[in-house]
């Protein structure tokens, strides 16, 4: 069992920086890829990005590539998501979640979740 809870959102200026992070419970952390996904009103949750259980490897949505950046700390049992540049379409709930073993796109195939961290994006 995982519990996820994130925090660090809030608002922020279009091009302005704001990082989100996510608290994960449970001793075995370090065996769950974790990824970010978010959801706007009206729409349906999309990802983010991920990161392997190791942190060696990472993903993200074409829409923020070089913009943010995912990382992990396996001795803290945290993950972060630095958002660069932001924009207001990136205005959402981000969602932090955990998969054991290998990450992937679907938000269905993520079993665990935190209740989500607002970020408007707006002057």
């Known amino acids: 069992q995982v519990e996820l809870v994130e925090s660090g959102g809030g608002l922020v200026q279009p091009g302005g920086s704001l990082r989100v992070s996510c608290a994960a419970s449970?001793?075995?952390?370090?065996?769950?890829?974790m990824a970010w996904f978010r959801q706007a009103p009206g729409k349906e949750r999309e990802f983010v990005s991920a990161?392997?259980?190791?942190?060696?490897?990472?993903y993200y949505a074409s829409s923020v590539e070089g913009r943010f950046t995912i990382s992990r700390d396996n001795a803290k049992n945290t993950v972060s998501l630095q958002m660069n540049s932001l924009k207001p379409e990136d205005t959402a709930v981000y969602y932090c979640?955990?998969?054991?073993?290998?990450?992937?796109?679907?938000?269905?195939?993520?079993?665990?979740w935190g209740r989500g961290t607002q970020v408007t994006v707006s002057s």
């Open positions: 979640a955990a998969r054991r073993l290998d990450h992937s796109y679907n938000f269905r195939d993520y079993r665990f």
């Open positions: 449970g001793r075995t952390f370090s065996s769950y890829a």
């Open positions: 990161i392997t259980w190791s942190g060696g490897g990472t």
